[in-house]
């Protein structure tokens, strides 16, 4: 009778340890989660598609590129693991990671990244970073019609291989490869641009740390941790989510409230509501806000007009209204960007374009035959609805009326309106601005090429063409450096084709609590793909 009480004994005690959780119970880990707010959606996710913020914001966690740099300034490498190059620069050699697979467990090939080329070379495509593409053989003639894409001078003898031949050296080919016109699209889902494929989480695969589960058009999108990814281990979040927001207000609005974890990329005045705060970071960005005026528009074919506009504007004045994360420049290259030779700023090493003078201004539009302003026809300033850019508008118009006396006509637009009228120079005035794709000034500069898809203006000058050109196969550091400081002035300070206005510092809100957030030292913006929360 003891020994039967003793085993009904030690059967209650473990029916009781079970339910009570008696001795060591492991809890099962929290979701380490993100909310960042980012702007309205604008452009897709295919990288050989129309190319915008979104895709932008989506690409730096779910895509990896072949390799890129790191904050030291290092490589890092990605999707391949080596590369080689010949004696003179023309033949670039990669050699892909044979454990890399796509988040379906199909395996990532050279086929994946020959697949972005041919598709982005299409103008159908509306790519605006294919002509990043013309340094490889044959590029630009397949972009043109006048080769067939067969003929494109990139070779993959096997999955693993990756063979680019160029037309020329170029000195800055790695820092190219970070562009999404080089990252690859899965072949087996990435078809046509524009089919849907790429915000459809059943065929949009990512080979990153992060693949698209959900894709909520205006609203939000969610990225989950991959885990076919071939470094899982290093990657801390299991999510991230992004919420599109219309406007900088409504970001700071939902930091406020607890709606998202990071607010990138706000208003000035968050400066002093979160001073001595640990939520308030700022960096640079490196990023260069500028109008584009329409060569093809009268009287802005007139060079007189132009040198005009640019010797009104008071900039100083201008960032004054604007706030602290604003400072004036009348350089293209971005004001924070780096030579990467030197350690200095790179527009710090040569005289300024020009300067600001107004009496020199009326006379040039005298000249051009608008005395005082008179006759001078309005003109129409398109820009997005954003507030930064709405307070930009008005200041200019003020400026032009009383320093001019011309008429400008507003024209706030949805950022996504903006950008296609852009693009299909259905513009007067239009507000553009610049953030580097990579660690190079190139990265400016060839955005006025003749050739250029980024050319939205009419901008056609040989002389030009010539000075980027040979920048591009200049080996000697500081010749390239004078090259290019020699077009940027012809550009801005002799032809004017755009008017600068000014660089900016990044105001961001990020939770104290969350880690292993980086910059990117290309574009300045900022990196998820290796953050934690403590």
Same mark, same amino acid.
Do not use: H, M, W
């Given at each position: 009778m003891k020994k039967i009480m003793n085993v009904l004994l030690s059967v209650i005690l473990l029916g009781t340890c079970i339910l009570s959780g008696c001795g060591k119970q492991e809890k099962p880990e929290e979701q380490k989660e993100i909310v960042v707010a980012t702007n309205s959606e604008t452009g897709g996710l295919?990288?050989?598609g129309m190319i915008a913020l979104t895709y932008l914001a989506y690409s730096v966690s779910a895509l990896d590129e072949l390799l890129t740099y790191n904050e030291a300034g290092e490589i890092e490498y990605r999707a391949a693991e080596s590369y080689e190059v010949n004696e003179d620069s023309t033949i670039w050699t990669f050699h892909l990671r044979k454990d890399a697979v796509w988040s379906d467990g199909t395996p990532v090939t050279s086929a994946d990244f020959l697949n972005t080329m041919i598709r982005a /070379?299409?103008?159908?495509?509306?790519?605006?970073?294919?002509n990043?593409?013309?340094p490889i053989q044959n590029a630009e003639a397949i972009y043109n019609g006048e080769a067939d894409a067969d003929s494109l001078g990139v070779k993959t003898p096997d999955d693993n291989t990756l063979i680019f031949t160029l037309e020329k050296p170029c000195v800055y080919f790695l820092d190219l490869l970070r562009l999404p016109v080089y990252t690859p699209s899965c072949v087996k889902?990435?078809?046509?641009v524009g089919s849907g494929w790429d915000k459809n989480p059943s065929s949009s695969v990512s080979n990153g740390p992060f693949y698209l589960s959900e894709y909520v058009p205006e609203?939000?999108?969610? /990225?989950?941790?991959?885990?076919?990814y071939w470094n899982a281990e290093s990657v801390k979040l299991d999510q991230i989510t992004y919420r599109f927001f219309d406007n900088q207000q409504s970001m700071a609005t939902a930091y406020e409230t607890g709606e998202v974890d990071v607010a990138p990329s706000l208003q000035s005045s968050v400066m002093k509501l979160y001073e001595g705060r640990d939520d308030l970071v700022i960096t640079d960005t490196i990023?260069?806000?500028?109008?584009?005026p329409n060569l093809n528009v009268e009287p802005l074919d007139d060079v007189r007009v132009r040198k005009a506009l640019n010797l009104a504007i008071n900039r100083e004045e201008l960032c004054k209204v604007l706030g602290e994360d604003t400072e004036p420049a009348v350089n293209f290259i971005a004001r924070y960007m780096k030579d990467k030779n030197t350690g200095n700023y790179f527009v710090d090493e040569a005289e300024p374009p020009f300067e600001e003078n107004l009496e020199e201004a009326k006379q040039l539009l005298a000249e051009a035959g608008y005395p005082d302003g008179e006759g001078f026809p309005t003109l129409t300033y398109k820009y997005p609805s954003l507030e930064m850019d709405s307070d930009t508008a008005q200041v200019i118009q003020e400026q032009l009326k009383k320093n001019l006396n011309i008429s400008i006509e507003l024209s706030a637009q949805e950022l996504q309106v903006n950008y296609t009228d852009r693009r299909a120079g259905d513009f007067q005035l239009c507000r553009m601005n610049w953030t580097a794709d990579f660690a190079d000034p190139y990265t400016y500069l060839s955005l006025l090429l003749s050739n250029s898809t980024?050319?939205?203006s009419g901008i056609s000058d040989e002389k030009y063409d010539t000075l980027v050109a040979q920048s591009d196969v200049?080996?000697?550091?500081?010749?390239?450096?004078k090259l290019m400081h020699e077009a940027e002035h012809l550009a801005v300070g002799e032809a004017f084709y755009i008017i600068p206005l000014y660089s900016m510092k990044s105001c961001n809100l990020i939770r104290p609590q969350i880690t292993g957030i980086t910059q990117n030292p290309a574009t300045g913006a900022l990196e998820y793909r290796y953050a934690d929360i403590n």
């Open positions: 295919d990288p050989a /070379l299409d103008p159908k495509s509306g790519n605006g970073y294919a990043y593409l013309f889902y990435a078809d046509e609203q939000y999108f969610v /990225l989950k941790k991959n885990p076919q990023a260069t806000r500028y109008i584009y980024y050319n939205c200049e080996t000697d550091p500081l010749k390239r450096a």
